[in-house]
C-alpha cells in the first residue's frame, strides 16, 4: 500500500468514526448514511426527547420507542414494534424511502409503510426527532411537508401538541391503547378514542364495550372531567369541520413542567408528572374508581370496591389466577379459572354433585337469562341441571341465571343498591376441601364456644349500660345514652329511602355506631376540634373507622346535610381523608372517615423522638401531597373548598406516610366567625404556615412569647433577608436534605403568606413551583406581620387571638 492510499485510508477511517461519535452522542436525525442499533440513539434538538432501544421491566425482549430525556428509566410515550420485540442486535435505517426496523436476522419487522408514489429513494429522505416527542420522516428538501409522523399512530399516551382525531372522510380514527401490562407493550384491553356522534372522549373495553366517557365538549373543558379545571398550565382545545374531528392540548411553561396523558393498563387514563425526584407521579386517573373499570378483573374475578390495599382483583372461591405472572405485573384482564371442573362436566351423572356458593353484596353481570317468577328451590334445580349455567340470582321478582363465564363482577359495599346475592356455581369438593367445610364437629364446637361467649357479652352488656344510663340521667349528655333510647330519637331526625338517592355512601345505623365506639366512651376519642369529635370504630369484621360526631353548633337541616354528604362524598383524591359512610338520627349528624393509623402530622413533627422518622424526602412528598389535595379542592367543580382550618393536625398519614387532608368539608355545615365573608384568618396563608412548620420542625406558636419574632413567619423571613436560610432546617434533616428543594419550600412558604392577597400564588403555581427543577421563583416581599409586638400588649392567654398570627383578610382561594 503507498503512502497515498494509506494517506486516504486514514482520512476515510477518521470520518468514519467520526460520523459514528457524532451519531452516537445524539443527533436529532436518521439519514440514509446512519444506522440506529445497539445503544446508540438519537436526541431532539433542545434534549428534551430521545429515541432508541428500551427494555420495558425485567422482560428480556427490546423495542424501539421515544422517551423523555430526563427520565434514565426510558419509560417509552412511544412504540413502533409494540407486538414484534428484538433483539438489541436489530438496526432502525432509512430503506427505499421509509424508516425500517431490522431485526437481528436482517429481516423488516416495521415500518412507516409510506407509499412509493410519495416517497423518494434518494438521499434527501430523513427521519427527525421534534422537541415535541414527533417523529417525523420527511424530505430534506421540503421538511414541511411530512410524509410520515408518529404523532398520527399514537399508541398509548397523548403528548402535548398531539391529536387524537377522527377522519370524517376515511372513517378512521386515532386511538390510544394501553399496554398488556407494565413488561409487555403489545396492545391491551383499554382503549381511549373521539366518539364520531358525539364531541367527546369513551374508554372502550376490547374496542366494543363503553364503559366511560367524558362529556361533550364546553367550549372550554369536557364536561365529565371536572379534573381539567385543576391547573393554569393546559390550553385544551376542540375541533370539528366537514373533515374532521380532533382534541389537541398544549402547555404555558414546559420550563417548569413537564407532563403526559396515557391509556394505562388499569384501564384509566392517567394524568403523569415529573416529579423533582426524578420519576413519574399519577397525578388522577379517570374514571376515578377502579371498580368503574369495565371487566378490570377478567372472568370470575371481583373487583373489590371498598379495599384499600392491592390488589383490588381477588377471584372467586374455587377459582385462581389464570396467569399468576400476569397478576404480579397488575394485569388482572385475564381473569380466573376453575381449580376443579364441575362434576357435569366430568364423566358422572349425577349433576347434584355440584353445590352453589353463596356470595352477597354482589353486582350483577351482564347478559342474564331471566326465567319468570318461581320458587326459589326451582330456580336452583333448574340451574342446577343445566350443566351451562354458571351462576343464578333470585328475588322477589324471579329467577334469573347466566350460562357464559361471569364478567365485571364488583364486591360491593353495604348500602349500594346495586348489591345483590349471587350463587355462583362449583364443584362439591371444592367445599369440602376448603377449610370453612373441613370439619362440621368442628363448626359445632365453635358454634358452642360462641353461644357462651355471646351469654356472657350479654350479662356484661347489660350491667355496662345500666351503669352507663345512670351516668346519663346525672349528666343528661346524649353521648351517654343507651341503645334502648335510640328509639325515642329518631322521629326528629332521619332520611327517607327515597331521600338517600344520589348517596353513594352508605347509611350506616346510629346502634351500629354506638356499638362500635362503645358508647362514644372516651377510651376510643382520638380528638376534638372546632366541628365535632372524632372516636376510633372497630366494627364487627374487624374494620377501623374514623367517626366524626358533628358538635351541636350545627345549624343545618336534614336536607342541608344529605346536600353536603353527597358533595363531599364525590371528592376523591389520593390526598383527601375518604369518606365512608355517614348516619343521621334523631339530633345526631354523623361522618365516617377512612381510618389513618400514624394518626396526624402533628404527632410526628413536634415530638423530639418521633420527628427523626421524618426525613426529607418524606417530609417534601408530605408538602407535595398537602398541596395536590388543596388544589383539588379549590378547583373541583362540584364544589370548591376553601379549607377553613388547615393545619398540622388536620393532614392525617396513612400506613405509607402519604398524607391525606381531613375536615376539608365540615366548615360549610356550621355558622358563626369562620365564613367566607368575615373572617379574622387569612387563607390563602394556611398552607405557607404548615409547609414552614414542616421544615422547620417549630410550631408556629412557639414564637409568640420569644424576643426572637412576632411568629415563625417572622423568623423565617428574618433569616432568609440575612441569607441565612439554611439555619431555619430542622436539625434532624442535615444528612437527608436536598438543599435546592429546601430553599425552593422557604421561597413557596413566604410568598404563600404575603399581605396582599394578589401576592400570593394560587394552588396551582404552588405545585409547579414546588415540582420545578429550573424555573426561576419570584422573590417574596417582606410579610406584614413580622414586626415585633411589646410583651405587655400580648394577651395573657396562652394562645393568641388568631392561631397563625395573620391579618384580616377575605377569603382568596388560593
Excluded at 436525525?29 to 442499533?37: C, F, G, M, Q
Aim: some cysteine; charged content about 20%; hydrophobic content about 35%.
Amino acid at each position: 500500500m503507498d503512502a497515498n492510499t494509506k494517506q486516504k485510508f486514514k482520512l476515510i477511517l477518521f470520518l468514519s468514526l467520526f460520523m459514528k461519535i457524532r451519531f452516537s452522542y445524539g443527533a436529532d436525525s436518521l439519514t440514509i448514511d446512519n444506522v440506529l442499533s445497539d445503544d446508540s440513539t438519537i436526541v431532539s434538538a433542545s434534549r428534551v426527547f430521545e429515541m432508541g432501544s428500551f427494555r420495558p421491566g425485567s422482560a428480556p425482549n427490546y423495542y424501539l420507542g421515544i422517551w423523555y430525556v430526563k427520565d434514565a428509566s426510558r419509560r417509552a410515550v412511544w412504540v413502533a414494534n409494540r407486538e414484534k420485540p428484538v433483539s438489541l442486535a436489530a438496526e432502525l435505517r432509512i430503506s427505499d424511502g421509509n424508516l425500517v426496523l431490522f431485526d437481528e436476522s436482517k429481516l423488516p419487522i416495521w415500518s412507516t409503510n409510506v407509499s412509493s408514489r410519495t416517497t423518494t429513494t434518494g438521499p434527501s429522505v430523513q427521519a427527525v426527532l421534534l422537541d415535541t416527542g414527533n417523529l417525523v420522516l420527511n424530505d430534506e428538501s421540503n421538511p414541511s411537508e411530512p410524509l410520515w409522523q408518529s404523532f398520527d399512530y399514537p399508541i398509548h399516551t397523548w403528548l402535548p401538541g398531539a391529536k387524537i382525531r377522527y377522519n370524517k372522510i376515511t372513517k378512521t380514527r386515532q386511538i390510544l391503547t394501553s399496554w398488556k401490562n407494565s413488561e409487555d407493550p403489545a396492545p391491551g384491553l383499554f382503549s381511549l378514542q373521539l366518539d364520531q356522534n358525539d364531541s367527546s372522549f369513551v374508554m372502550l373495553w376490547n374496542r366494543s364495550k363503553n364503559f366511560w366517557t367524558s362529556g361533550p365538549w364546553d367550549g372550554q373543558i369536557f364536561t365529565g372531567i371536572t379534573e381539567m379545571t385543576l391547573s393554569d398550565n393546559f390550553f385544551f382545545s376542540f375541533v370539528s369541520n366537514e373533515n374532521e374531528s380532533y382534541a389537541t392540548y398544549s402547555m404555558y411553561n414546559t420550563s417548569t413542567l413537564t407532563c403526559y396523558f396515557e391509556m394505562g393498563v388499569s384501564g384509566q387514563i392517567n394524568q403523569m408528572n415529573w416529579l423533582p425526584t426524578n420519576e413519574w407521579n399519577l397525578f388522577w386517573s379517570l374514571p376515578q374508581q377502579q371498580c368503574e373499570v369495565y371487566a378490570i378483573c377478567g372472568e370470575y374475578g371481583s373487583c373489590i370496591s371498598n379495599e384499600k390495599s392491592l390488589p383490588f382483583c381477588q377471584c372467586l372461591m374455587g377459582f385462581e389466577p389464570k396467569s399468576p405472572q400476569d397478576w404480579d405485573l397488575k394485569d388482572y384482564s385475564g381473569g380466573c379459572v376453575r381449580r376443579t371442573k364441575l362434576q357435569c362436566e366430568t364423566n358422572t351423572t349425577s349433576s347434584s354433585l355440584d353445590i352453589f356458593l353463596e356470595m352477597v353484596d354482589m353486582s350483577t353481570p351482564e347478559d342474564k337469562i331471566s326465567l319468570g317468577t318461581m320458587s326459589f328451590a326451582e330456580c336452583e334445580s333448574i340451574c342446577l341441571n343445566n350443566c351451562s349455567c354458571s351462576a343464578f340470582y333470585y328475588d322477589s321478582l324471579g329467577c334469573s341465571m347466566w350460562t357464559d363465564n361471569l364478567l365485571d363482577l364488583k364486591q360491593l359495599e353495604a348500602g349500594d343498591s346495586g348489591r345483590r346475592t349471587l350463587y355462583i356455581r362449583l364443584a362439591a369438593s371444592e367445599f369440602r376441601n376448603h377449610k370453612r367445610f373441613r370439619n362440621w364437629k368442628l363448626y359445632v364446637l365453635l358454634f358452642g364456644i360462641i353461644a357462651i361467649a355471646m351469654f356472657t357479652s350479654f350479662i356484661a352488656s347489660f350491667i355496662y349500660f345500666r351503669r352507663r344510663k345512670k351516668t346519663a340521667n346525672k349528666q343528661g349528655s346524649w353521648s351517654n345514652i343507651s341503645e334502648s333510647h335510640i328509639s325515642d330519637f329518631l322521629p326528629l331526625g332521619r332520611f327517607r329511602e327515597d331521600e338517600k338517592k344520589g348517596i353513594h355512601v352508605p347509611f350506616v345505623a346510629l346502634k351500629k355506631i354506638l356499638a362500635a365506639t362503645e358508647n362514644f366512651s372516651e377510651a376510643n376519642k382520638l380528638g376534638q376540634g372546632v366541628f365535632g369529635t372524632v372516636y376510633k370504630g372497630k366494627f364487627l369484621r374487624g374494620q377501623e373507622i374514623a367517626i366524626k360526631r358533628l358538635s351541636s353548633g350545627s345549624v343545618q337541616g336534614l336536607e342541608e346535610f344529605k346536600t353536603e354528604v353527597v358533595l363531599i362524598a364525590k371528592l376523591q383524591h389520593r390526598n383527601l381523608v375518604r369518606l365512608l359512610g355517614y348516619s343521621v338520627e334523631g339530633h345526631e349528624q354523623i361522618l365516617l372517615y377512612e381510618y389513618m393509623p400514624n394518626k396526624s402530622l402533628d404527632w410526628f413533627l413536634f415530638d423530639q423522638n418521633l420527628r427523626v422518622l421524618l426525613n426529607w424526602e418524606i417530609r417534601f412528598n408530605i408538602i407535595l401531597g398537602i398541596a395536590r389535595g388543596l388544589l383539588y379542592l379549590h378547583h373541583d367543580s362540584r364544589l370548591r373548598i376553601i379549607h377553613r382550618d388547615l393545619k398540622t393536625s388536620n393532614v392525617l398519614l396513612d400506613e405509607e406516610m402519604n398524607p391525606k387532608i381531613s375536615d376539608f368539608g365540615l366548615a360549610k355545615i356550621f355558622k358563626g366567625k369562620q365564613t367566607e365573608a368575615n373572617t379574622n384568618r387569612v387563607v390563602g396563608t394556611y398552607f405557607g404556615v404548615v409547609l414552614l412548620e414542616i421544615i422547620t420542625g417549630e410550631r408556629n406558636t412557639r414564637f409568640y412569647q420569644s424576643e426572637q419574632s412576632l411568629s415563625l413567619i417572622g423568623y423565617v423571613w428574618r433569616l432568609w433577608k440575612d441569607n441565612e436560610a439554611f439555619e431555619l432546617m430542622d436539625a434532624t434533616l442535615s444528612e437527608t436534605c436536598n438543599e435546592d428543594e429546601f430553599l425552593r419550600c422557604v421561597i413557596v412558604g413566604l410568598l404563600c403568606v404575603q399581605d396582599d392577597p394578589n401576592d400570593r400564588p394560587t394552588m396551582s403555581n404552588v405545585v409547579v413551583m414546588l415540582g420545578s427543577e429550573t424555573g426561576v421563583l419570584p422573590n417574596p416581599k417582606q410579610p406584614a406581620f413580622v414586626v415585633r409586638r411589646a410583651l405587655s400588649n400580648i394577651t395573657s392567654s396562652s394562645k393568641p387571638s388568631s392561631n397563625n398570627g395573620l391579618t384580616d383578610t377575605l377569603y382568596q382561594g388560593r
